[in-house]
């Protein structure tokens, strides 16, 4: 919900989507910073309020209400709260008592036959039945039962929500997942993608971020909201080689990015040593980039490493695609129209996409571009990127700063996650 300005007023979410300002929270002395210069709030220069003296705010990711609803409320909205894991049970049931328990149901899905798991199939049924068939035959018979439906499930905190004074039945069949009755859990028959268009649904997710920054300031007192998302210190363990987490050293020296979330991967240290952020911004598109199918695999990291571009030009969340062809001169329900047909990975499927590139190429959108739109089969949208990224600065400060508050938080929630063999290197 992280693009709609009322949800951030009304403290559902942190982000604010305006573009990047300053606010005197004592006079409301108000400065916006609009012209594409800066690309989050943090970045902005620290500075005193011109009217009262008090040091200003500095907030804002530009991010536009229209990847959340469309341009004329036409598009279905997609809510993603996350709560801690110890919390996740009691948030559903609170939906359950806000909308009534016969109008909230758990996302079903469906799991289907591997390639893999086919062969298998096809190998037993032919020993089991005394028979022999030639490689072409096998191959025939796995192709025709890969992808079929195997079992069913439920996502992870998925809610379909059903409008009061409708029947489910209107919608889809019901039923327990796996078709465990002790389960106590009702799902969608139908695959939750094959309804998204027709019912809101909630994602509700367990998250280990929310419990680690709460143990954080149970230790130490620092509320994690007055944690400064400019701090040079924690910015240089995502821009240094440190990120690699070859410096793990002690509470004096540098320190790397294993054990935050979503930047510890092997994977994002490699992203962080390719592009070495600078900014705030930078760190938000990282992590789209990140989250995205074929966004920087295969695409942007191949242009970041040839020179074509730089990581603020890349493609890395879905509302850049709309921003981007907006100020190139777009019809803004156009600039929405391609970027709904590039994060769904439809642009080689789509029967306007001819058009789309012609209008492009007019309005002098670079070859490289279009091509990369073209790669995409998923992105993640910019509201996400900059929650995610908040909570992991907020805990890499503590780590950079109360290390041992930061260990204690980490082995007590996420010792799982601890990876023995980097540590010993």
């Known amino acids: 919900v992280g693009s709609s300005f009322v949800a951030n007023m009304c403290g559902i979410s942190e982000v604010n989507p305006l573009p990047p300002h300053y606010v005197c929270l004592k006079c409301h002395y108000f400065e916006m910073v609009d012209d594409g210069s800066v690309g989050a709030g943090p970045d902005l220069p620290r500075k005193n309020c011109p009217d009262c003296g008090e040091p200003l705010k ?82 025939r018979l796995v192709k025709g039962i890969t ?91 995502f821009s240094g080689l440190e990120s690699l987490g070859i410096a793990e050293r002690d509470a004096g020296g540098k320190v790397g990015t294993l054990g935050i979330p979503e930047y510890g991967t092997s994977f994002v240290r490699q992203m962080l040593e390719d592009t070495r952020p600078k900014t705030f911004a930078d760190l938000v598109r990282i992590m789209g980039l990140s989250h995205g199918t074929d966004v920087w695999l295969n695409n942007a990291q191949d242009l970041v490493r040839s020179g074509t571009v730089t990581l603020s030009e890349t493609i890395a969340a879905r509302d850049d695609i709309m921003t981007y062809l907006i100020r190139k001169g777009l019809e803004p329900k156009t600039a929405f129209k391609i970027m709904e047909t590039v994060r769904k990975g439809k642009a080689l499927k789509d029967e306007k996409w001819p058009q789309y590139e012609k209008m492009m190429r007019e309005n002098n959108v670079p070859e490289w571009y279009i091509e990369s739109c073209k790669k995409i089969k998923y992105m993640f949208p910019k509201a996400h990127a900059a929650a995610y990224v908040m909570m992991a600065f907020r805990i890499a400060w503590f780590k950079v700063h109360m290390p041992l508050a930061y260990y204690a938080a980490f082995f007590s929630i996420r010792a799982k996650a601890f990876d023995a063999e980097w540590m010993i290197y």
């Open 58 to 139: 500095r907030d804002g990711f530009d991010i536009p209400f229209e990847t959340f609803l469309g341009f004329e409320g036409d598009k279905v909205p997609d809510i993603d709260l996350n709560f801690s894991g110890e919390y996740q049970a009691r948030a559903h049931k609170f939906a359950e008592e806000l909308f009534g328990k016969e109008n909230i149901y758990r996302a079903g899905t469906i799991g289907t036959l591997g390639e893999r798991t086919a062969y298998g199939y096809v190998r037993k049924f032919l020993e089991e039945h005394n028979k022999t068939a030639r490689n072409a035959e096998v191959n």
């Open 147 to 237: 992808g079929i439906r195997r079992t069913t499930g439920q996502h992870p905190g998925g809610l379909m929500v059903l409008p009061k004074g409708r029947e489910i039945y209107e919608f889809t069949p019901i039923q327990y997942p796996a078709n465990d009755r002790e389960s106590g859990v009702v799902t969608t028959h139908f695959e939750f993608q094959m309804i998204h268009d027709q019912l809101v649904k909630l994602d509700m997710l367990g998250h280990d971020g929310p419990t680690v920054l709460r143990m954080l300031e149970d230790l130490t007192g620092v509320p994690p909201l007055s944690i400064p998302l400019d701090d040079p210190d924690t910015m240089a363990i």
